[in-house]
């Protein structure tokens, strides 16, 4: 079966720009989070969606949002984009949470903020 | 608080040796373990994990970990290195909250088999 499928995979945007990432999960998966990565900061959480609603969030500015669409769908948005925003941003998918079950990462996106 | 240690940002071993990454963690309430390996621009792929049960877990590429509760570690290793072992490696705990998994994952550690 298909697996977690970020788009784009590669994105350069200019500072005070906006952005949206994409995220469709495995067939059937309906938790979603997102994790930004950085060689600094390693991975950090930013939020989990389950039912299109956020069930936890991470420590990131309201610039960072997000949602998850009735097909578990989610989209992550970041307005007002900082330099420190370039960073692998990387979405996994789960059965749904409480299940003991791991995550299944997709390749992640690559942002790139100039 | 919960939290998650990967003593070593590198580890180098020759091709054919044995390789151990650590792991220790700190959690309240019973842990769910897991190590994950990253290649470059890549996501995480799953290796495996520790739910309950049996302490030492296998897993993909013959890697296996050993769940020691009294330690609060949980150790990756490989009885043999290959060269595209070379990658880096996360340890996660998951527990529940809420009856929602949260995750907390170590900062990485970067395995070099050198030929």
């Known amino acids: 079966k298909a697996g977690v499928t970020q788009t784009p995979r590669y994105l350069i945007k200019t500072r005070g720009q906006q952005v949206t990432l994409s995220c469709s999960p495995i067939s059937g998966h309906r938790s979603v989070s997102w994790y930004q990565q950085t060689p600094g900061q390693g991975l950090q959480f930013l939020f989990e969606y389950f039912s299109e609603t956020q069930r936890n969030k991470g420590n990131f500015p309201g610039r960072f949002s997000g949602r998850q669409f009735s097909n578990s769908r989610s989209e992550m948005n970041v307005s007002t984009l900082e330099l420190g925003d370039s960073a692998l941003y990387l979405c996994a998918s789960s059965l749904a949470p409480g299940q003991g079950g791991g995550y299944t990462f997709g390749s992640g996106t690559r942002l790139t903020v100039v | 608080a919960q939290s998650v240690a990967q003593p070593e940002d590198q580890v180098n071993v020759a091709e054919g040796n044995p390789l151990t990454v650590k792991c220790t963690y700190s959690?309240?309430?019973?842990?769910?373990l897991f190590w994950y390996v990253q290649y470059p621009n890549r996501g995480l792929q799953f290796l495996l994990k520790y739910i309950t049960g049996d302490n030492l877990v296998k897993g993909s590429y013959g890697f296996e970990a050993e769940f020691n509760k009294s330690q609060t570690s949980f150790h990756l290793k490989k009885p043999s290195a290959l060269v595209s072992d070379s990658a880096l490696y996360f340890c996660?705990?998951?527990?529940?909250?809420?009856?929602?998994?949260?995750?907390?994952f170590g900062s990485g550690t970067k395995l070099n088999v050198k030929p």
């Open positions: 996660a705990v998951s527990t529940l909250k809420d009856n929602f998994n949260k995750f907390y």
């Open positions: 959690v309240s309430g019973n842990p769910y």
